[in-house]
């Protein structure tokens, strides 16, 4: 029986100068780009919108990708995108709407946007056979709580400073019963962070009690370590990601943090059953990732 491969990345942000980078008909995903176009499963978070929209919400940042780019996602071989996260409103309701529109006219797969009911659905994907529930969850901003905004349109937030997540593991603990394999996107943590916090690791940790089987963690914008971790409750063992770092953007490089490193991760399947992980480090220069052959390997 031949493998399953799933592929993971980080922050996929390619608004704002790309929309100028792609008019010149350019590879912005590198020589990665055969590596997501042949994985069984390509998952990323998509760290902008897709619309034609001008109202922007009152913030420091707001991304977008002119729909006429759309066709860069459907040749990257990206299957299934996040929702959850501090870029989906940037331009109000009408660009979350027209995101989610433009996604499933080139039959990219999301989660974690919705009324506070739909926000918590998983998308459900069936892959050689397997049935893959994917969920996606952010710990910011509180104000795009789905629950608490006046349209009754926002993200399913998690509140990781008062632990307020056992809605979340009753959902994901029901999923498990449903599916071959739940994997939770988690949009969390602030940028930069020289430590992860308690909070992070229990509430990921409990994710993985409740039925997970992968945590994609992404939002510090850098590399944070990989955890096996295993549930004594379940007696089964997960993997968590804390954070995959930027995959493609346009940021400026912070010397320290490096926000230009990131990584793929290939997670083989027997059948169910999660049979090795493979982690190829990739880096972002000049508009366009590639992987990660130089001397930057040695950070990792």
Known sequence: M?????????????????NQVLEQDFNI??????HLQSSDLTI???ETTITKSTKKLPKTFNYKLHPKYLSILQVSGIDYVSLA??????FRENG????IANLEQVDIQWSGYGTPKSCKKPAILNINGLSVYIFSMADHYSSWDARKRSSKQGIWYIDIEREEWNEALRVISSARRKS?????SCHMQPNYVDRISDKIKKFYRSLIDS????????????????????????????IIFYSFGDFVNDYTVDPYYRNDLGFLADVYL?????????????KIAEFQVNFDRGRDVNRY
């Open 180 to 184: 071959d394999l739940v994997i939770v």
């Open 2 to 18: 031949s493998l399953t491969r799933i592929t993971l990345v980080g922050d996929v942000m390619i608004g704002r100068s790309f």
């Open 44 to 46: 990323g978070n998509l």
């Open 96 to 99: 979350a709407l027209d995101t």
């Open 29 to 34: 995903w590198g020589d990665t780009l055969a």
């Open 211 to 238: 039925g997970a089987d992968i945590i994609h963690g992404h939002s510090p914008h850098h590399i944070l370590p990989i955890e096996i971790y295993t549930s004594a409750k379940r007696m089964k063992s997960g």
């Open 85 to 90: 996260n501090n870029h989906i409103l940037d």
């Open 270 to 282: 027997d059948g169910k059953n999660i049979k090795y992980l493979d982690i190829l480090p990739t």
